[in-house]
């Protein structure tokens, strides 16, 4: 059981999606970033204006090290940026910045979502290293019950992957309203916040139906007899 095409024909697309979807990300960061928004604030300024606008005290923003590594920290209360974000006045840099801060937001505001998908992070962190060494196990010993454990476990994920995806999606959609209501891009430069916001949302997708698959996937062996 090395090599099995049913796991190629019902993960494979999803993975492939996944790939692309990381690609498309990059290239829109990549090709957006080389247009800079007319109020010439970089990313770290709009965070901060953001922040300041929306009423919220008690977050700082950092400069984190690695490409695309940007993200809220609910525990730190940080909102960490990339180099390529903090310090770039460009469309996309805007776009990211507002994005996290709109997880900051979604956090001041107790978004459901959000505390929902912080309370889940150990079990999903479980869920994929256990849940996954389970289920493969299973498949080698040809045991069942080791397959349907890790089933559970991975199950965790699925759920962890599929709550992101309201998070993600509305704290992209605070940023769009954020960034042009309060006047940090104009129309035209709102076409390009949209563009990467979509991208990125995009990956969150691939993430949760390559999960779902995989998780069919393994389903299909409680059922079959070999
Ligand atoms: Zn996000």
Same mark, same amino acid.
């Given at each position: 059981?090395?090599?099995d +095409?049913?796991?190629?024909?019902?993960?494979? +697309?999803?993975?492939?999606? $996944?790939?692309? =979807?990381?690609?498309? @990300?990059?290239?829109?960061?990549?090709?957006?970033?080389?247009?800079?928004?007319?109020?010439?604030m970089?990313? #770290?300024?709009? $965070?901060? /204006?953001?922040?300041? =606008?929306?009423?919220?005290?008690? @977050?700082?923003?950092?400069?984190?090290?690695?490409?695309?590594?940007?993200?809220?920290?609910?525990?730190?209360?940080?909102?960490?940026?990339?180099?390529?974000?903090?310090?770039?006045?460009?469309?996309?840099?805007?776009?990211?910045?507002?994005?996290?801060?709109?997880?900051?937001?979604?956090?001041?505001?107790?978004?459901?979502?959000?505390?929902?998908?912080?309370?889940?992070?150990?079990? $999903?962190?479980?869920g994929?290293?256990?849940?996954?060494?389970?289920?493969?196990?299973?498949?080698?010993?040809?045991?069942?019950?080791?397959? #349907?454990?890790?089933?559970?476990?991975?199950?965790?994920? @699925?759920?962890?992957?599929?709550?992101?995806?309201? @998070?993600?999606?509305?704290a992209?959609?605070?940023?769009?309203?954020?960034?042009?209501?309060?006047?940090?891009?104009?129309?035209? /430069?709102?076409?390009?916040?949209?563009?990467?916001?979509? $991208? #990125?949302?995009?990956?969150?997708?691939?993430?949760?139906?390559?999960?779902?698959?995989?998780?069919?996937?393994?389903?299909?062996?409680?059922?079959s007899?070999?």
């Amino acid at each position: 059981m090395i090599f099995d +095409p049913r796991y190629f024909f019902v993960v494979g +697309p999803f993975m492939l999606l $996944a790939l692309a =979807a990381s690609f498309y @990300v990059k290239s829109a960061f990549r090709q957006w970033s080389k247009y800079g928004i007319r109020r010439g604030m970089n990313g #770290a300024q709009i $965070a901060a /204006e953001v922040i300041r =606008a929306a009423g919220i005290q008690g @977050v700082r923003i950092e400069r984190a090290s690695g490409f695309l590594s940007d993200h809220y920290d609910p525990r730190e209360r940080v909102v960490r940026l990339s180099p390529q974000v903090h310090d770039s006045t460009s469309i996309a840099a805007c776009a990211v910045a507002a994005h996290e801060v709109g997880h900051a937001i979604q956090h001041q505001h107790r978004y459901a979502p959000l505390a929902l998908r912080n309370a889940a992070v150990p079990t $999903a962190s479980i869920g994929s290293s256990f849940g996954v060494g389970a289920m493969l196990l299973g498949l080698v010993f040809s045991a069942k019950p080791l397959i #349907a454990i890790g089933i559970i476990l991975f199950c965790a994920v @699925v759920l962890f992957q599929l709550i992101t995806l309201p @998070v993600e999606f509305d704290a992209s959609r605070r940023a769009k309203a954020i960034l042009l209501d309060g006047g940090f891009v104009n129309e035209e /430069e709102a076409v390009g916040v949209r563009r990467v916001l979509n $991208a #990125a949302a995009l990956t969150y997708v691939a993430a949760a139906l390559t999960s779902i698959a995989t998780l069919v996937y393994y389903l299909g062996f409680l059922r079959s007899d070999d």
